[in-house]
């Protein structure tokens, strides 16, 4: 598994607004945690399950930010992980951890 490429997939995907290849590099039995989960659901769990509840989270979320864009700054690789250091549009650093299952798809 090349995690640098698999990085590289993620943030061209999610720089290009294409929620067909966004959703291309997860599994079916994803777990995706974030506080925003919360606001867009109006929810009180921030972790959802699956990959239809993920794509419907990520479909508002673009609709939400046309201007969105991650700029990489860094790769830290794990045994079957990645930690991506990025700047946001607003120019705010974030990080974002993703694991992978062994048909290098993010769970």
Same mark, same amino acid.
């Given at each position: 598994? *090349?995690?640098?490429?698999?990085?590289?997939?993620?943030?061209?995907?999610?720089?290009?607004?294409?929620?067909?290849?966004?959703?291309?590099?997860?599994?079916?039995?994803?777990?995706? $945690?974030?506080?925003?989960?919360?606001?867009?659901?109006?929810? $009180?769990?921030? $972790?959802? !399950? %699956?990959?239809? @509840?993920?794509?419907?989270?990520?479909?508002?979320?673009?609709?939400? *930010?046309?201007?969105?864009?991650?700029?990489?700054?860094?790769?830290?690789?794990?045994? *079957?992980?990645?930690? @991506?250091?990025?700047? !946001?549009?607003?120019?705010?650093?974030? %990080?974002?951890?993703?694991?992978?299952?062994?048909?290098?798809?993010?769970?």
């Amino acid at each position: 598994m *090349n995690k640098q490429q698999l990085a590289h997939q993620w943030i061209a995907a999610w720089n290009a607004h294409d929620l067909a290849a966004i959703m291309a590099c997860y599994a079916e039995n994803i777990e995706h $945690t974030s506080p925003k989960i919360v606001a867009y659901f109006n929810i $009180t769990d921030s $972790t959802l !399950r %699956g990959k239809k @509840l993920l794509q419907s989270y990520f479909e508002q979320a673009l609709q939400n *930010n046309p201007t969105l864009h991650f700029d990489l700054q860094h790769i830290l690789e794990g045994h *079957n992980s990645v930690v @991506l250091i990025y700047k !946001r549009m607003n120019t705010a650093l974030a %990080g974002e951890y993703l694991e992978f299952d062994e048909k290098g798809l993010i769970v």
